[in-house]
């Protein structure tokens, strides 16, 4: 494109302009009445419902007061393990093969019962070997009475020597010493025969049967576990500061598989677990309605009254505060001078450190006035520095709304 082209392009687009320039004075001067008169027949409205929406932001919140206690009860809970007041490992003395188990497991067995048995063929063998030996050497012992007797008499009759005598008397003496010792070895085969036989040292149920009829078993070896399930007892380990305040005969609740029971304490262990630190106490059951199996765990509650001032608040009340703290929103009364837009109180945030908790409400230590009240609900919906209404609440309403929260 030449330069003369660009010139007569930019002259004739003056031109078109020049023609036009006229109707969008106009339009521009008919505009700006416009943008005044806009907000003057509206300004009014909107200014009636901006009042009307912050009267309407005015928020009633439900309240209670706030009583100061001097104390609590704080409850301690602790696991205790039921364990019987007797366990044996029940096994032969002597080694051999298991001839019978006259029991299984689970069954109830009473004092004195016969359990198991050896195969004795070996040791009644050996038992009537031992007899025969004890008749030879109580006849051999009876000979050397009469030999020694006819020694005494020759001596007399200067028919033998002095050593001969003596022969005889120590003859008679090695036959006694004889006789006595085959009778000992058939006591001790007595005894291994009696001891190849089990029998149960009291009453109880069987455990665990770990062995069988035919098996080769060791001298001590377990065969069956007997548990002694009359009794039962619960061991539960305390800390210091509760170990400190039992005493022996004190009761206090329990719960096994959620039934309640009270238990007593029997006996107080006097050193501490190496591994935790704690106190072991061993209580058993006041009464034997609920039945107790080993190794059932059992739920204990302990109560300490703590002399701390503190309020106590509903769970409801909390929320979250800044650092992993923990605060809660109080109505405090308006001045006169502060009162607008029908609110009486404004909100003000507290932080609370928690002593205790139970179910639906917490102990906590924290600074309130006298004149303010606890917003027990809802604190999700108001924010602090809020100016809103309250609605102080019975303490019957107050149970409904912890019973909601629930």
């Known amino acids: 494109m030449t330069t003369n082209q660009t010139k007569n392009n930019i002259l004739s687009l003056k031109a078109k302009l020049g023609k036009h320039r006229l109707p969008i004075i106009i339009l521009i001067l008919l505009s700006i009445p416009a943008v005044f008169l806009v907000p003057l027949l509206f300004g009014k409205d909107d200014q009636n419902v901006t009042i009307?929406?912050?009267?309407?932001?005015?928020?009633?919140?439900?309240?209670?007061?706030?009583?100061?206690?001097?104390?609590?009860?704080?409850?301690?809970?602790?696991?205790?393990?039921?364990?019987?007041?007797?366990?044996?490992?029940?096994?032969?003395?002597?080694?051999?093969?298991?001839?019978?188990?006259?029991?299984?497991?689970?069954?109830?067995?009473?004092?004195?019962?016969?359990?198991?048995?050896?195969?004795?063929?070996?040791?009644?063998?050996?038992?009537?070997?031992?007899?025969?030996?004890?008749?030879?050497?109580?006849?051999?012992?009876?000979?050397?009475?009469?030999?020694?007797?006819?020694?005494?008499?020759?001596?007399?009759?200067?028919?033998?020597?002095?050593?001969?005598?003596d022969e005889a008397i120590s003859n008679l003496d090695s036959q006694q010493a004889r006789v006595a010792r085959v009778k000992a070895q058939v006591n001790r085969i007595n005894v291994d025969l009696a001891k190849a036989k089990i029998y149960a040292p009291y009453a109880g149920s069987i455990a665990e049967r770990r062995s069988d009829e035919g098996t080769v078993i060791g001298a001590g070896q377990t065969v069956l576990e007997l548990l002694e399930t009359a009794k039962t007892e619960i061991r539960i380990g305390f800390d210091r500061d509760v170990s400190a305040e039992l005493e022996i005969g004190s009761r206090f609740p329990a719960k096994v598989r959620n039934i309640p029971l009270t238990l007593e304490i029997e006996r107080i262990l006097p050193g501490r677990d190496q591994s935790t630190r704690v106190v072991q106490v061993i209580a058993v059951p006041v009464s034997s309605s609920v039945e107790l199996r080993e190794d059932d765990l059992v739920e204990v509650s302990i109560s300490q009254q703590i002399t701390t001032p503190g309020y106590w608040l509903p769970v409801s009340a909390l929320t979250e505060n800044a650092r992993g703290l923990w605060s809660c929103l109080v109505a405090v009364p308006l001045e006169d001078s502060e009162k607008e837009q029908q609110a009486t109180h404004r909100l003000v945030r507290r932080d609370v450190e928690i002593l205790a908790l139970e179910e639906d409400r917490l102990f906590v230590s924290a600074n309130f006035d006298g004149e303010e009240q606890l917003v027990v609900n809802g604190v999700h919906r108001v924010v602090p520095q809020q100016r809103v209404n309250i609605h102080s609440l019975s303490t019957a309403d107050f149970e409904k709304i912890a019973a909601l929260d629930r």
């Open 52 to 165: 009307e929406d912050q009267t309407l932001r005015v928020l009633t919140v439900p309240t209670t007061p706030l009583v100061k206690e001097t104390s609590y009860l704080r409850h301690r809970y602790y696991l205790g393990v039921v364990e019987p007041q007797r366990s044996s490992s029940l096994g032969f003395e002597v080694a051999g093969m298991i001839k019978t188990i006259h029991i299984r497991e689970g069954e109830f067995v009473e004092k004195g019962a016969l359990l198991a048995e050896l195969d004795t063929q070996r040791l009644e063998a050996a038992r009537q070997e031992s007899e025969a030996q004890l008749i030879e050497a109580k006849a051999t012992y009876t000979l050397a009475q009469a030999t020694l007797e006819r020694t005494r008499h020759a001596q007399k009759l200067k028919a033998v020597s002095i050593q001969q005598l």
